[in-house]
């Protein structure tokens, strides 16, 4: 059998997206979607998404991690959906999509075939202070850890220690890692499920952000992650709930291929 794809990166965070509306691809073959993800025996991806029907909205986005299983919310993984819809013809400048965790509305800006994605993320409340450091679901759960520069930081290591702490290792979390320079702050990030440091993560970024602002006493950032820049942008009620979360940044198509399964 052979199926059509697509490879998409957004600030280094690169994807599978696969047009699922005719349900070729089953997501319980956990063992197909790891194989599609392996960087030497296959296409190579931190995760893989599946755009299908979904009733009352555009399309449904199902966002599988490197190692097969489906997962939470992936914020560059949404951005890069919303560009692959958008190529396919599926969607125009708005639209309004279902995801694991909700409702997502999403604006595309195409410049030249430069193209943006302001995607507006779930609300977030129930923000945990652990120390100096913060814990909150934006779509998946991260821990926010702040340091004081990421020269020579080993992000892996100290990821890794804190993802299988006794607090999370049942369930996992991501963790990120935050420093300030100038207006802007540097986030790196290791991510459950792909069990690495990786270029960017959209949810982890909007967390690190929503941290910040707890510190900065403000509620819009510019980042800077190993994969590029993105900007966030939030409304504060209080310490706990946050809402109108915009996540912003490229969404960039590198190929696309056919392949037998």
């Not at 923000?127 to 679901?137: A, H, L, Q, T, V």
């Not at 420093?179 to 440091?197: A, C, L, P």
């Not at 510190?215 to 590029?228: A, D, M, Q, V, Y």
Request: proline share 1%.
């Amino acid at each position: 059998m052979q199926i059509e794809f697509s490879k998409y990166q957004g600030t280094g965070n690169d994807f599978v997206l696969i047009d699922n509306r005719n349900g070729i691809i089953s997501p319980d073959n956990i063992k197909l979607i790891e194989q599609l993800c392996h960087r030497r025996f296959g296409i190579g991806a931190d995760g893989l998404m599946l755009l299908e029907d979904a009733k009352g909205y555009d399309f449904r986005m199902r966002y599988f991690n490197s190692d097969g299983k489906e997962a939470s919310m992936c914020g560059n993984g949404g951005r890069c959906i919303v560009a692959f819809a958008y190529h396919l013809g599926i969607i125009k400048n708005e639209t309004t999509f279902i995801a694991v965790d909700g409702e997502h509305e999403a604006k595309v800006e195409d410049k030249n075939n430069f193209v943006q994605i302001s995607l507006k993320m779930i609300n977030v409340s129930g923000i945990e202070k652990i120390g100096d450091s913060f814990f909150m679901n934006t779509g998946s759960p991260h821990f926010v850890q702040f340091i004081q520069n990421h020269d020579d930081f080993d992000t892996y290591s100290n990821g890794k220690a804190i993802r299988y702490n006794d607090r999370f290792a049942a369930e996992g979390t991501n963790v990120n890692f935050v420093s300030f320079k100038n207006n802007e702050i540097q986030v790196s990030t290791y991510e459950r499920g792909v069990e690495d440091e990786t270029y960017s993560c959209g949810t982890g970024v909007v967390a690190s952000a929503i941290s910040a602002g707890a510190i900065k006493n403000s509620n819009s950032f510019k980042i800077n992650t190993k994969g590029g820049k993105l900007a966030v942008h939030f409304n504060k009620i209080d310490s706990q709930n946050i809402n109108d979360i915009w996540l912003i940044g490229p969404a960039t198509k590198v190929f696309s291929g056919s392949l037998n399964i």
